[in-house]
């Protein structure tokens, strides 16, 4: 029973935390590579292109011992490239704002990915909206909040709380509304589109798992797909060869932590995606916010500012509604057998992603 209770609560807990430091720190690395030339589209590529080389000779183990897998069909790969093309525009969007802004701003926005989540999976009816449930309640109040909380960080920075007596301009650029407003509106709709893809990615995932459930196969397939998609539409794009060249100091070191980091964060996103659901996933986007101020301040000589703590506090707020959700749910659960959950192995009503499953499998 212990060991049953760690696996599905305390491991995926520690495993989401996990990735949301490392997440955090590789947007911290791209943006000081960033400053010295190497451009977005080739730190995507090169990202993905390591990550496919690392999980490679995994995959081709597991799939060498493992007899228990369905068929691989074309319908499988034709999600797995769905996938391909929202991680690949999605990473593109994240490290052109974080460009233009810095990883604070980033883990601010990606506050909003719960709230995204939940309106698609009510969209693609892999969630029941049931207004007298108090799940549902807490769920629409932690979206309301998780907007409200990414706004105050966003458009109010208010005084300075804490300041430092070194500071590292360079890997940290504000945009005040008064000076450049189009900035930071441009900035904002980037990451706020990239958390939106990615929202997206948590759904068809949960799919691909339900039909395939080999987390480190998909993953290897996403990171081909992403590569293969992505490399010649940014060669394409950006033709400044220039920041495509790979030298030794920060962009080196920021590329190969990303591919270890992005292979390490998909493979415990898939597995939890499969185990608990996208809902679950996404609630722990909101601590990043926190673990790039602490960064910021610790390290890189940042001030902590009045709004980041505001938003702090909201984003806590809205943790404790979403944790009251889950176990309120749990508890409808075992009550009425039919509740349908993103969490749970059976719907209320069939998810549109899942009208041909049958024939997949």
């Not at 400053?35 to 390591?50: E, P, Q």
Request: glycine share 6%; with cysteine; net charge neutral.
């Amino acid at each position: 029973m212990a060991e049953n209770c760690c696996y599905k609560d305390v491991l995926p807990f520690s495993a989401m935390v996990a990735v949301e430091c490392t997440n955090v720190v590789l947007n911290i690395l791209f943006k000081a590579a960033s400053l010295r030339g190497l451009s977005y589209y080739a730190f995507n590529v090169y990202s993905y292109a390591l990550s496919t080389l690392l999980l490679l000779p995994l995959a081709f183990i597991i799939f060498l011992r493992t007899t228990e897998l369905p068929t691989f069909k074309l319908s499988v790969l034709y999600r797995i490239l769905l996938l391909g093309v929202l991680g690949s525009v999605a990473q593109v969007c994240g490290y052109k704002g974080i460009e233009y802004s810095s990883a604070t701003l980033a883990s601010a926005i990606s506050n909003l990915t719960p709230a995204f989540t939940f309106i698609l999976a009510l969209i693609f009816r892999m969630e029941k909206l049931g207004l007298r449930s108090s799940s549902t309640q807490a769920k629409i109040m932690g979206t309301i909040v998780s907007i409200s909380g990414a706004m105050v960080v966003v458009l109010y920075e208010g005084p300075a709380v804490i300041e430092t007596s070194f500071q590292l301009p360079s890997l940290s650029v504000h945009f005040p509304l008064s000076s450049s407003l189009s900035n930071w509106v441009i900035v904002g709709l980037l990451l706020a589109v990239e958390y939106l893809l990615f929202s997206m990615w948590y759904i068809v995932q949960t799919q691909v798992m339900r039909i395939y459930p080999s987390e480190l196969i998909v993953v290897f397939l996403y990171n081909l797909c992403a590569t293969v998609i992505s490399a010649p539409v940014s060669l394409l794009v950006d033709k400044n060869l220039s920041g495509w060249r790979l030298r030794p100091g920060i962009a080196l070191v920021a590329i190969v932590y990303s591919g270890f980091a992005s292979a390490f964060s998909n493979i415990v996103h898939t597995w939890g995606l499969h185990l608990k659901g996208p809902l679950y996933i996404s609630i722990f986007r909101p601590l990043s916010i926190a673990i790039a101020a602490a960064i910021g301040v610790i390290f890189l000589g940042d001030a902590l500012y009045l709004g980041s703590v505001v938003g702090a506090i909201i984003i806590s707020v809205r943790n404790t509604g979403r944790l009251y959700s889950k176990e309120a749910e749990e508890e409808e659960m075992s009550e009425d057998c039919d509740f349908g959950s993103l969490g749970s192995s059976s719907y209320g009503k069939t998810p549109l992603l899942q009208r041909n499953e049958a024939e997949d499998m």
